[in-house]
Nanobody, 125 residues
């Protein structure tokens, strides 16, 4: 499956952005989807994940209550609504697709099979 993330940009602290990730090539609804972020010199960090039919979501503790992941299987798209953004949210955000994930694996980058190219989010203080 091919993934393309977009929607990043520059925003002031406290602002909002919505990231989108469009999928093509295979049955989108067959995949669990995740968002990760990465800053230079650090490992890729799990942000949020959503199961195939959107019934269950998972979040990094520091984004709970501020970020919301959702998906529209009819549009082959997964979203990440980011509110109350903080400077520490600055990173390149990547979407990822995986199949057969179990609860303990949603937060691990190695669990995902396909990755998008990333979109830069910069939050100014």
């Amino acid at each position: 499956v091919q993934l393309q993330a977009f929607g990043g940009g520059l925003v002031q602290a406290g602002g909002s952005l919505r990231l989108s990730c469009a999928a093509s090539g295979r049955t989108f609804s067959a995949y669990d989807m995740g968002w990760f972020r990465q800053v230079p010199g650090k490992e890729r960090e799990f942000v949020a994940a959503i199961r195939r039919y959107g019934s269950t979501t998972y979040y990094l503790d520091s984004v709970k209550g501020r970020f919301a992941i959702s998906r529209d299987n009819a549009k082959n798209t997964v979203y990440l609504q980011m509110n109350s953004l903080k400077p520490e949210d600055t990173a390149v955000y990547h979407c990822a697709a995986g199949s057969g994930l179990i609860i303990s694996s949603y937060g691990r980058a190695a669990s995902y099979d396909y990755w998008g190219q990333g979109t830069q989010v910069t939050v100014s203080s």
